[in-house]
Nanobody, 114 residues
């Protein structure tokens, strides 16, 4: 059974940092590209970025320069480092697999507020 479990969200002040984790199991993580999405309150899903199995990273322009995506294949874990957070970064953050079918985690809440 494929499982994706996000963690690391929380409440942070503008300009602060968080590190989100996504623990994966039930599939060959090292061979699988992964994505991060977020869902701001009252809005639709927004793609944050993708990391290929070879480590190549693609990020949306809204987070480029502030967010970093990485992976630890030995521990089947995906990471999203969020720096210089802004209020508009508030939302529910999801990790997903890339491919068919696409698997999603349950999400972790990030709230940026003073």
């Amino acid at each position: 059974e494929v499982q994706l479990v996000e963690s690391g969200g929380g409440l942070v002040q503008p300009g602060g940092s968080l590190r989100l984790s996504c623990a994966a199991s039930g599939f060959t993580f090292s061979n699988t590209a992964m994505r991060w999405f977020r869902e701001p309150p009252g809005k639709g899903l927004e793609w944050v970025g993708t990391i290929e199995s070879n480590g190549q990273v693609y990020r949306s322009t809204s987070v480029k320069g502030r967010f970093t995506i990485s992976r630890d294949n030995a521990n089947s874990t995906l990471y999203l480092q969020l720096n210089n957070l802004k209020t508009e970064d508030t939302g529910l953050y999801y990790c997903t697999t890339v491919g068919e079918p696409t698997y999603w985690g349950q999400g972790t809440q990030v709230t940026v507020s003073s």
